[in-house]
């Protein structure tokens, strides 16, 4: 076994793709109509229809990673812009003295050592649970992933503080318009409704999340060589500039540190106020680009190989994310999605509404794993949910949150772009992290199931 080497990222999901490619020979194709009410594209549940089959053959198989890119160009673009911004922000250096002070106060104060981790990764989750911060966490890798290793974890700290604590606030969320909002407006109740019993949720898996990574993030520090990414981390740590524990932090790294959080306030403001997305918030990561390297005193020519630098190491990141909606594609083109889902609906009913809202969880992380995109899965299975539970007995509020717990895989599966491509991002081979995914994913779903069982015995409206 220790001479087993991990496939690369691209074999796994290519791998996928033959799967997938091959399932569209095995099951038949299948639509539900759709239609329009307030602005928005509704699934028929009634509508189902079988479809004449569109197998797709080695060509579609071939030509899907570049239609992947394509159809993925918005997040694979704002990638190879934030690598580009964040390689200038290093350039200033800044952030390594911020990295330096924050180790030095980690070593001197019990209290920051206690707190560091708790309080990051409930401020990420709070940004999932309120604005739907998804994408927005991609950025954070870069940073987190050399403050981690500074304070003598691992690169698994680095990347699950941002992207972990983020997704767990998504899929508890209690004012995330994108999944709570949205599902819970397609079902027919007041948006948002529900909101004291979704408080205790979130900070039930939030908790989960903070004792879990503060527990390996102390085993690793006593033993780093526990850690799956031990020798990955030495690699960075070897190529790293070497740490001098007496540099301050001067006049121009303030300047500069500054501005960068001027820039992550604004994206703050922009996505819960403006709606923002992808486009506006690369626009803002530019601007910075710019503004930190002329306050950084970087010179035009520097300044921009920094950031052509920065966007050239992401190269592999953004392929990662077009093989990841490859997938998708072959999936959709294939008329196979509807099929499956409709396939599914039967095993809903149930004796016991519990073990019928469970099954309905269940069967929302099947989903997951092709469609994660909060708001398209609810436009996809909240009309045929929600009329769902009010034959097996559950109420419409407790289906929202069983759609919602559905999304508690999204950190594991690899037909995510924003998964895959954190990984790539820190280099984390997907096995090794599914493997140290395991044991959160097994404690989130016994969450889950638990946490569906009073809404069922209390009739939650």
Known sequence: MKKFKLPHTFVLLFAILVLIAAATWLVPGGRYETHTVNGKQLVDPASFQYVTAAPQGPVQLLMAPIKGFTEAALIIGFVLIVGGAFAVLQKTEAIEALIRSIARAHKQSPLVR???????????SLGGATFGMNEEAIPF???????ALALGYDSIV???IPFVGSQVGFAAAFLNPFNVGIAQGIAGIPVFSGIGYRLLVWALATAITIAFLMWYAARVKAAPQSSPTYLLDQEIRSNAPANDDHAALTRTHRVVLWIFAATLAAMVVGVVHYGWFIEEIAALFLAM????????????DTLVAAFIQGARDLVGTALVIALARAAMVLARDA???DTMLHALMPLVASSSPVFAAQKMFVMQSVINFFIHSGSGQAALTMPIMAPLADLVGVTRQTAVLAYQFGEFTTPMIPTSGITVGVLALARIPWLTWAKWMIPLQVAYAILAMLLLIPPCLLNWQ
């Open 335 to 337: 008329h196979i999605i």
């Open 289 to 300: 680009a710019i503004v930190v390297g002329i306050a950084g005193r970087l010179d035009s």
């Open 141 to 147: 890798v870069l940073l987190f992933v050399p403050l």
């Open 158 to 160: 680095g990347v699950a």
């Open 114 to 124: 206690a707190a560091l981790i708790p309080v990051f990764v409930t401020m990420f």
